[in-house]
């Protein structure tokens, strides 16, 4: 009976429990943290690229040029725009214009042993400005 009483008292190994217990928690509180960052990492890129684009052809307009930069696009591979090469239209001078772009990115968001969530993050960047030639 004695030996049964210090046993109870004795606490050696008790924190490695604990900590058995309560890592897996805490781990997968970091894994979703990081997989959070990664989806409003390409969300916001994704507005930047959009909005780049947008930028670039509404200032490198000409009378029914067309504008295309692989570059920024190839900043997130793997992203479509709409239009891809953004059309100028032909107006008087003083006429306002507006260039749209529709950015895509297939995206997939995984957080191990839990959930993998996919789908398709869209960016709409609108420019307007005055043409004057």
Known sequence: MRRLSQLARDHRGLSTLEFALVMPLILLLCFAIVAYCIFFFDDESLRLVTAYQARDAAISCETGVTVSHP??????????FTPAT???PATADGGTETVTVTGTYPFSLTIPFVT?????????????????N
């Open 71 to 80: 570059a920024i696009a190839q900043l997130l591979s793997g992203a479509t």
């Open 86 to 88: 953004p059309v100028c």
């Open 116 to 132: 993998t969530q996919s789908g398709t993050l869209r960016s709409v960047a609108s420019i307007s400005f005055i043409k004057y």
